[in-house]
């Protein structure tokens, strides 16, 4: 019997899971779908601040 071809690459869910983690969205499991869908999941919303300012002064803050 043969395997079946991958439908999604490792690169794949790393590139998911780096833009949620870029976009301030914490991660706390992923799930593939049989048919290559990448689905990330989170449990608390995200406490970003929009403004470039103010991420700049929270990184900065001490």
């Known amino acids: 019997m043969k395997r ?3 439908q999604f690459k490792q690169i794949d869910v ?3 899971v780096r833009g949620a983690l870029a976009g301030g969205v ?3 499991r992923t799930e593939i ?3 290559g869908k990448i689905v990330i999941f989170h449990d608390q919303p995200s406490h970003r601040p ?3 300012f103010d991420r ?3 990184n900065h803050a001490g």
Do not use: C, E, F
Request: no cysteine; hydrophobic share 30%; charged share 20%.
């Open 50 to 52: 929009g403004n470039p």
């Open 26 to 28: 914490p991660v706390s």
């Open 33 to 35: 779908t049989p048919d």
């Open 56 to 58: 700049w002064k929270q």
């Open 14 to 16: 790393t590139r998911a």
């Open 4 to 6: 079946a071809k991958a």
